[in-house]
């Protein structure tokens, strides 16, 4: 008996020590770099998990000879039978790069698959410049209004986002948003950043994210760039309107165990489609060193610096092309125009503190100066002179953000945390508006001033996870120092202002099946205003809050066709905007926003790609009466996409759509800015390492408006102002050619 016994108590012993085992792991690439957001899948058990940035996993329940499936979009899919030394030795699994291929993507195992498929995007139809990155974004619109060099104007789900007021942008974990800006609330200058050295592009639509705080209302776009590049590069580009491009992309590193250093520099000029050439110039560079100091501890460091100048021919009335005074590509004053530059230093520390546990601590440090010459309304305010202003900062940005996420068990609930806290810092010097006269007289100065304005914040978030359930609610305080010294006082005196808020958020998320994808969001964000509009009014809804609400589907009807669609509604508080032009406050009232958003993404075979989006807005003023309660500028209808080939016979290319309809352009939709549909077209041959290329812009020479604004101006022989609608001219056909070499 007593043998019996202790035979069965062996075999239990046995079929245990085979049962419920832990396994461990790393996930690389073929050049041994760790790989983040691999799904880890047992099929027996249905058990799974996500690597961490560092390409580490840890999975639990699981018997031996179980098939774990290991998978991300754009590598093989590897499956492996768990053996015993699988439980008692951590494995390292290499995934092989593969072309992405639609019917590989399964929702359910997707952290985000909306951002998955504008991974796609990116890899089949790379983008030409640092501000159309943003164009990736479904629904995201911009324009370009007063030469290359000034931030690009944005529009996303109704909003006329001017230069980022409602869309909070970031790179690498620095801010890109200007708060306090000379020229506007919430400048958000993209140049500094050259475009081949984007590895992913995170983005959200509406304020449901706690670690996106200030400018989140109408969503958010963060800007990862890469380590290390594929192979070294050259490429040279030429195209009409005098414009050159060259860059390099270089790994000065290489063969250096566990750390990398890359170079990119880029140079750009371009006089542009207008009479008055713009005299476009610019050039970055940007260094990015990586050390893996152990498997536990990681270490990035980029320096980057970026200049540029311009001139540029402004926005130009109606009437003045009607009757033939100017071309379409002439101008009023052809002084307008400007320079700028930033130098962005950041240090980030990546501690794995355990299988399920990471702090990420990003610190960073930036110097910005900006000179804007503008001329809205010619000759309105100043018959003799003309109107043009000077728009004017020196400034520097410090900050710091440190993340903890952390996977636990609340009970039987996986749940995973994600505890943050951050700072930012802004001092502005002589911040400046001023009348001028030909971009060298100063007429006379209408604000100046310093400026400190001081962001601490903390969030939370949790996801528990009930296996097709999963429920994400979370909280973020903010906190807020304005400090204003007016310069044109004749005493000295400091006015300042402090404000908290803070903004609760829900997500819910349901996998109907593996491939369908039901979700529900809701939550409160905020942009800040002007420390010049704080500081001169009562802390009375000084940060306006958004309200909003998002409903959807994501859904694979078959394997290579992708669905998103949803409904939404976002409503904003009284707010009080300082116009940058006028060094004044106008205060607007509430405001709702309700649309539809559509994306759809179809691959024919390896190597076509159909890709369409689709919004419908229906956006108001609540304050005033119907009729005049139109939002000016705000977008109705916008729609792109097109049609792709990716690495047929060592072809690449596609033609591109994008359509932005009809708007009312003032309150009561008496003037309108018409829309427009232009279309793009490249192709690209590759030989071994040397690809050629050819890219048209507007392939069929559309007359379109980049830019419009119900303006009211003055021309040089009127007696009496016009209100009118005021355009920068889009692009005509525009052809380039470009070459790079790969080593």
Do not use: C
């Not at 705080?213 to 192979?231: L, S």
């Not at 990119?264 to 893996?292: C, H, M, V």
């Not at 536990?296 to 009607?322: C, M, Y």
């Not at 591109?656 to 279309?679: F, K, M, W």
Request: hydrophobic residues 35%; glycine residues 8%; proline residues 3%.
């Amino acid at each position: 008996m007593r043998n019996l016994t202790t035979t069965l108590l062996l075999l239990i012993g046995a079929l245990s020590y085979g049962q419920n085992q832990n396994i461990r792991g790393k996930i690389i690439d073929n050049f041994a770099y760790p790989l983040a957001e691999a799904y880890i899948y047992n099929t027996s058990s249905e058990k799974h998990t996500h690597t961490l940035e560092n390409g580490l996993f840890s999975l639990g329940k699981n018997t031996i000879g179980d098939t774990i499936s290991i998978r991300l979009l754009g590598f093989k899919t590897k499956k492996i039978i768990l053996r015993e030394q699988d439980v008692t030795s951590p494995l390292t699994i290499t995934l092989h790069p593969e072309i992405f291929q639609l019917d590989e993507l399964i929702l359910k195992q997707e952290i985000d698959p909306l951002s998955v498929i504008t991974k796609i995007d990116s890899k089949t139809n790379p983008v030409n410049s640092s501000q159309e990155i943003l164009r990736k974004i479904p629904g995201l619109f911009i324009g370009q209004h007063a030469g290359g060099g000034k931030a690009e104007q944005l529009f996303l789900r109704g909003f006329d986002v001017d230069h980022g007021t409602d869309v909070a942008i970031s790179v690498d974990g620095i801010p890109v948003n200007m708060v306090s800006h000379a020229h506007g609330q919430g400048y958000a200058d993209l140049h500094f950043v050259i475009p081949e050295t984007i590895n992913n592009l995170n983005f959200g639509k509406g304020p449901y994210y706690a670690d996106q705080g200030n400018f989140n209302t109408a969503g958010f776009v963060a800007m990862h760039t890469k380590e290390k590049f594929n192979t070294n590069t050259i490429k040279l580009e030429l195209g009409d309107f005098n414009t050159f491009r060259t860059i390099g992309l270089f790994n000065l590193m290489e063969g250096a165990a566990k750390k990398d250093l890359s170079l990119a520099i880029e140079y750009l000029e371009s006089d542009g489609a207008f009479e008055s050439p713009q005299n476009f110039n610019r050039i970055n560079l940007n260094a990015k060193y990586t050390a893996l100091l152990s498997d536990n501890n990681k270490l990035n460091i980029t320096a980057s610096h970026f200049v540029s100048r311009w001139d540029a021919s402004g926005q130009i009335p109606e009437r003045a092309v009607a009757d033939r005074t100017i071309s379409r590509f002439g101008a009023i004053d052809d002084t307008e125009g400007g320079n700028t530059s930033r130098t962005n230093l950041s240090a980030t520390y990546s501690k794995f503190i355990s299988d399920n546990t990471t702090l990420k601590t990003n610190a960073y440090y930036s110097l910005y100066d900006f000179e804007l010459y503008s001329n809205f309304t010619f000759f309105l305010n100043d018959p003799i002179n003309g109107d043009q202003i000077k728009q004017f900062e020196d400034r520097s940005i410090s900050g710091f953000s440190s993340i903890l996420t952390t996977r636990t068990l609340l009970g039987t609930t996986t749940t995973d945390f994600n505890i943050g806290i951050g700072l930012r810092n802004d001092k502005i010097n002589d911040n400046e508006l001023s009348s001028t006269l030909n971009r060298k007289e100063i007429i006379s100065i209408l604000s100046l001033g310093n400026v400190d304005e001081t962001n601490a914040y903390g969030f939370l978030d949790a996801t528990l996870d009930y296996g097709r359930l999963k429920i994400t609610p979370g909280v973020r305080l903010d906190y807020f120092k304005n400090l204003y010294e007016d310069n044109l006082q004749d005493t000295y005196e400091t006015q300042s202002s402090t404000s908290f808020m803070v903004n609760p958020k829900l997500k819910i998320s349901y996998d109907v099946t593996d491939n369908i994808n039901i979700f529900l969001k809701s939550g409160t964000g905020f942009h800040s205003n002007d420390t010049r509009v704080v500081v001169a009014r009562s802390a009375d809804k000084v940060l306006p809050r958004a309200y909003g609400v998002d409903m959807g589907l994501s859904w694979k009807p078959f394997k290579s066709l992708f669905l998103n669609t949803t409904g939404w509604y976002l409503g904003l508080e009284q707010e009080f905007v300082y116009v940058g032009d006028e060094g004044v406050v106008e205060p607007s009232g509430q405001t709702k926003r309700l649309g539809a958003d559509l994306s759809a993404r179809y691959q024919i075979n390896d190597w076509l790609f159909l890709n369409s989006d689709f919004t419908y807005t229906y956006a108001r003023s609540t304050d005033e009466p119907s009729g005049q309660d139109y939002i000016p500028l705000a977008p109705k209808i916008t729609a792109a996409g097109g049609i792709t080939v990716n690495n047929f016979h060592e072809f690449s290319g596609g033609l591109q759509y994008r359509h932005l309809g009809d708007r009312a352009a003032n309150e009561d939709n008496s003037i309108i800015a018409e829309g427009y549909t232009v279309i793009d077209a490249n192709i690209n041959y590759t030989i071994k390492n040397i690809t050629v290329g050819i890219r048209v812009e507007n392939l069929f020479d559309t007359e379109w408006n980049e830019t419009q604004f119900a303006t009211t101006s003055r021309l040089a022989n009127e007696t009496e102002p016009v209100e009118e609608i005021h355009f920068t001219p889009g692009t005509p056909f525009f052809i380039k050619g470009n070459i790079s070499y790969s080593f």
